[in-house]
């Protein structure tokens, strides 16, 4: 039987606003949402809304966006490349519908980038990742 694989839980937030979602780019890595991991502590037993309350401040340090979180609609597992500040850990991901609520834009230190793509030209931000195949799954679920 094989051992049980360790990894941490994140999240990831698809604003909406205006039918565009934003898009984020990591130095690093390149296509990212807003959200990340959850926290020590956040996770609270039987309180699925503390998930909700975790997203929405990752959203708020990230982009000082405040936001409505809808329903997920994703999952994927990512791992941290070598030369990123998280290797070397792995995370399982949920991706969120959200609905941008109110603030203007103001990104942290943890990005150098951003764009608000809508379905008409989402596909210029293609870079081949699995970040781009949500961003993907966003805009043609319920279409095929």
Not at 25 to 38: A, C, R, S, T, V
Not at 71 to 82: L, S
Not at 101 to 121: A, F, M, Q, Y
Not at 128 to 140: A, M, N, R, W
Request: contains cysteine; aromatic residues 12%; glycine residues 6%.
């Amino acid at each position: 039987m094989k051992d049980d694989a360790l990894f941490c839980v994140g999240q990831k937030g698809f604003i909406e606003k205006d039918g565009k979602v934003l898009v984020l780019f990591d130095p690093k890595e390149g296509l990212d949402f807003p959200g990340g991991k959850i926290q020590e502590d956040e996770a609270k037993d039987a309180d699925a809304s503390s998930l909700i309350l975790a997203l929405k401040r990752e959203v708020r340090e990230e982009t000082s966006l405040e936001i409505e979180v809808l329903d997920p609609f994703a999952v994927w597992y990512h791992e941290f490349p070598k030369e990123h500040r998280n290797y070397p850990k792995v995370v399982y991901l949920v991706a969120f519908k959200c609905k941008y609520v109110s603030g203007e834009l103001t990104l942290s230190d943890e990005h150098d980038n951003s764009r608000w793509v809508d379905k008409n030209d989402y596909k210029e931000v293609d870079d081949g990742s699995d970040y781009f195949d949500v961003l993907e799954k966003y805009f043609t679920q319920g279409q095929e």
